[in-house]
């Protein structure tokens, strides 16, 4: 592995191994997180957390959800694209 991925948690690797072996696309982005849909919650032993929007019916107003807490950005990105992946008549990554 490269230095950068070699540096991170064996947790972040191993979910960067699991999202290329699903041919999932972890989405980066410039956030602080670096990953679409991935939110940090400062104080919390597992700061990481996906969030994504719940799909309740065509025209029906969408609700933020957060399905879970994680050590890693990488974790919580895998899980997220996880979702969107395989239970795209569930969630969504937009409000609207």
Same mark, same amino acid.
């Given at each position: 592995?490269?230095?950068?991925?070699? %540096?991170? $948690?064996?947790?972040?690797? #191993?979910?960067?191994?699991?999202?290329?072996?699903?041919?999932?696309?972890?989405?980066?982005?410039?956030?602080?997180?670096?990953?679409?849909?991935?939110?940090?919650?400062?104080? *919390?032993?597992?700061?990481?957390?996906?969030?994504?929007?719940?799909? #309740? +019916?065509?025209? *029906?107003?969408?609700?933020?959800?957060?399905? +879970? %807490?994680?050590? $890693?950005?990488?974790?919580?990105?895998?899980?997220?694209?996880?979702?969107?992946?395989?239970? #795209?008549?569930?969630?969504?990554?937009?409000?609207?």
């Amino acid at each position: 592995p490269s230095a950068a991925v070699s %540096s991170l $948690s064996v947790e972040a690797q #191993d979910a960067l191994q699991a999202a290329e072996a699903g041919g999932l696309i972890l989405e980066r982005n410039a956030s602080i997180t670096g990953f679409r849909g991935v939110v940090r919650i400062a104080n *919390k032993a597992k700061p990481f957390q996906g969030r994504l929007y719940r799909i #309740d +019916g065509p025209g *029906k107003k969408r609700a933020r959800v957060t399905r +879970g %807490s994680f050590g $890693s950005p990488e974790e919580a990105a895998l899980h997220y694209a996880k979702l969107l992946k395989f239970e #795209d008549t569930v969630y969504s990554p937009n409000a609207s």
